[in-house]
C-alpha cells in the first residue's frame, strides 16, 4: 500500500474583498496542512483591492496554483437604473460558469474536491457532480444570514408573512428576526441580489458540508439549529471553522506612516473606526463624524471610504475633511484613505474600541482580538451579523443608527456612543471572554481546528 496523498482543492469565491479574504485565509490554511490547493478567480476584478491581494497572495504563497476565469464583459444599458458593481459581478461570474469544466479538467494532479461560494453553488453543483468532485460552500457571513438566505425562497412564496409591514420574520428553529434587519432588496425578487440568492438556496442540498467563518461558541445555538435540521431540511452539516487566521501579508513602506503612529499611542486608547471594503460614507454624516469625534477626546485611526468601488475613489482626505477638524485633531487621530492591513490594526495594544460596519470578516477580526465593538450596520448581512455580536458579549449596537439620505446620525450621539464604548470596563472583560474562546477554537484540538483537520483527512486519497 502506498502512502496516502494529500487531496488537491479548489476554491472558488464570487466578488468582492469580503468573500475574497476568507478564501485566501482558507486556502493558506489548507496548503499550511500539506494539501494542494488551487485558486480560481474571475477576471477582470471589481475592484483594486481584489487583484492586488490576489497577486500578493500568489507571491507570498508559491506552492498555490491559480486559475482565472475569463469573464465575459457586460455592457450595460445608457438608460438602464445602475446595478451594484458587485453583483454585477457575482452575475457575470455565475453566466461564465459553462467554462469551469475545462479548467477544472487542465489541472494536475486531478481535483479532489471544489470549495465554493453560496452564490455559485447552484452552477457549481451539476458540474462537480459531473466530474465526480466532493462539493463544499464556504460561507462568508453569520449563522442567521446564511439561514435566512437558505430559508428565503420560502419566505417569498409565504408572501404574507413576508410582507414589508410586519415586524418580524420566523424562520424554524430560529429567534425570530427582526423585519428591519433583513435587506429590504430581500422583497424585491426581480433583483439582482435577491433572485442570484434564490436561485442557488434550493442547491444548498448538493453539497457535502457548509463551511462557515465562525466558532462553536460563538453562535452555539444557531448552528445547533441548522445541524439538527430544524431551519430547513437536507440542509448537509454545517461546519465551524473560524475565525479563519489571516495570511502572512508582507509589510508595505507606504503604510508606516500609520505603523509608528500606532507605535506613539497609549495601550487601549485608540478608537478605530472602518466600514470595510465596500461602503462609502455620505458628506453628510461624515461631518457629524467629525463632530463627534472632535468632542470625544479619544485618539482616533479612522480609514475614510467616499466610494464604493476604490477605482472610483479620487479625492484624498484632506479634501474631503473639514480643514478646522483636522487642524483641532491634528495631535490625537489620523484619518486614512486607501487599504490598511485591518489584521494588525486590531492586534495593535493601542486599539480599545471598533466602529465597525459589521462586515462578518471584520466581527470575527474584532473577535479574534478581542476589541470591544460598536456596531453601526448600514446593509445586507450587517445588522443579522450586529446582533450576533452583541449578543455574544463583543460589543454593542445602537439599533437606531442608520445613514443615508433620510437618517443622518447626529455627532453627539456618536460622541455618547464612543465614550461607553472606550469605557465600559465589563464589556471589555466580556471581549476579552470572547478572545479567548476564539483562540480557544483555532488552537491545537478546538473545535475549528478539529472540523478542518477532520475535512482534510476525509479528503485525503488513500490507495
Ligand atoms: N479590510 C482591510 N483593510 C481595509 C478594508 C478592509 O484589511 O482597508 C479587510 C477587513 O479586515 C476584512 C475585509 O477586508 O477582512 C472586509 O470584509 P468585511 O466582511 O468586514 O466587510 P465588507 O468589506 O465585505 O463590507
Ligand atoms: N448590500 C447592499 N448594498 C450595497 C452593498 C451591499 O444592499 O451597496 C447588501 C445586500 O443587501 C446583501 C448584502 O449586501 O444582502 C450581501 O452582500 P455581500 O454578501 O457581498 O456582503 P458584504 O460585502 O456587504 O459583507
Redesign the pocket.
Known sequence: MSAPQPPHIALFPS??M??LMPFLRLAAMLAKQDSIVTIITAQPTVSIAESDHISSFLRLNPKINHLELQLTPSFQQADSPPV?P?FLQMHLINQSLHLLPPLLLSSSPPFSAIFVDFLLVAKVAPIAKTLNLPIYILS??SVPFLSLMAYLPMLALNSVEFNKTSTEVKIPGLPPMAMSSL?P??HDSSHL?TSIITTNSPALSEAKGILMNTFEWFEASTLAALNKDRVIKNLPPVLPIGPLEPYQVPHDDDQHQYRSWLENQPAESVVYISF????AMSRDQTRELEKGLEKTGWRFFWVLKTS?VDKDDQEDAEHFLNESFLEKTKDKGLVIKGWVEQQEILRHPAIGGFLSHC??NSVMEGAIHGVPMLAWPQ????RLNAQVMEDAGLGLWERNWDWGPNSIVKGEDIEKKIVELMTDEKLRGRAKKVRDEARKAVGRGGTSDVVIRELVDSLTISF
Not at 276 to 279: A, D, V, Y
Not at 379 to 382: R, V
Open positions: 466578488a468582492g469580503g468573500h451594484d458587485f462568508t457571513s435587506p432588496v430581500f441580489l470595510g471594503s465596500r461602503t464604493k462586515g462578518w446593509h445586507g448581512d450587517q
